[in-house]
């Protein structure tokens, strides 16, 4: 079945510092990508939507310029917290879809960012 | 209101139980529907899709009615690695799916 690989799954840095996560489909291609976060005990809530070869689109509150996102290839889109505040601990989860909608998602496995 | 909400929870039941979930949505326009069962600090993993027909797969059995904007999940004969979170999601052609706070069950033996 399809997969979504998804590195790093945890990661502890210093504020300040900008983490990279990647997702990247692995036997399919995805036109599509979205990035979700959950804190805890919350819903999963979705930050942006990426696509391959234009711009990404935000949902209202996530600043773009903080979460900037990089689908680059059919395969990889990276999600780039930048300049990264204890605030910013949460659970990030990409997926991926082989089609654009009536398809569920396939998660990947999700990184665990800690900011210390 | 909220887009998709659940069942606050969390339900605890002993094995063997039978456990109904349910779930509404706010946009009507919404045309898929699934439920997702999320493991403590873990991804979201499909449990089974949501047809117009109500479907099964096992012990689990998904409703959906649209006129309500409502969704169930009953789940038959608990076992104990059923306990997890299940989200209940809908989406619209060409959007994000969209996720309920989910609803936690506790299996005990």
């Known amino acids: 079945g399809a997969v979504v690989s998804q590195h790093p799954s945890r990661v502890i840095c210093k504020s300040g510092t900008s983490v990279k996560i990647e997702c990247r489909s692995l036997?399919?291609?995805?036109?599509?990508m979205f990035w979700y976060r959950q804190f805890p005990k919350q819903s999963l809530m979705l930050m942006a939507t990426s696509n391959e070869g234009s711009k990404a689109t935000y949902e209202q509150g996530v600043e773009k310029d903080k979460f900037l996102i990089n689908h680059a290839s059919l395969t990889l889109s990276t999600l780039t917290v930048t300049s990264a505040h204890p605030e910013d601990s949460s659970f990030y989860i990409c997926s991926a879809s082989q089609l654009s909608y009536n398809s569920p998602l396939h998660f990947g496995n999700g990184t665990r960012l800690t900011v210390t | 209101r909220k887009e998709v909400e659940q069942d606050p929870g969390p339900f605890n039941v002993p094995e063997g139980a039978t456990v109904a979930f349910n779930c509404t949505y706010s946009?009507?326009?919404?045309?898929?529907f699934f439920w997702y069962r999320q493991d403590c600090r873990k991804e979201p993993k499909l449990l089974m899709s949501?047809?117009?027909s109500g479907n099964e797969d096992g012990r689990f059995t998904a409703q959906l009615n649209r006129a309500s904007q409502y969704i169930s999940l009953l789940i038959r004969d608990s076992k104990l690695s059923d306990s997890a979170t299940y989200l209940c999601?809908?989406?619209?052609?060409?959007?994000?799916?969209?996720f309920g706070k989910g609803t936690t069950l506790s299996v005990s033996s």
């Open positions: 946009n009507s326009a919404s045309q898929s």
């Open positions: 999601v809908v989406n619209q052609a060409g959007t994000a799916l969209i």
């Open positions: 949501v047809y117009s």
């Open positions: 036997d399919f291609q995805a036109t599509t």
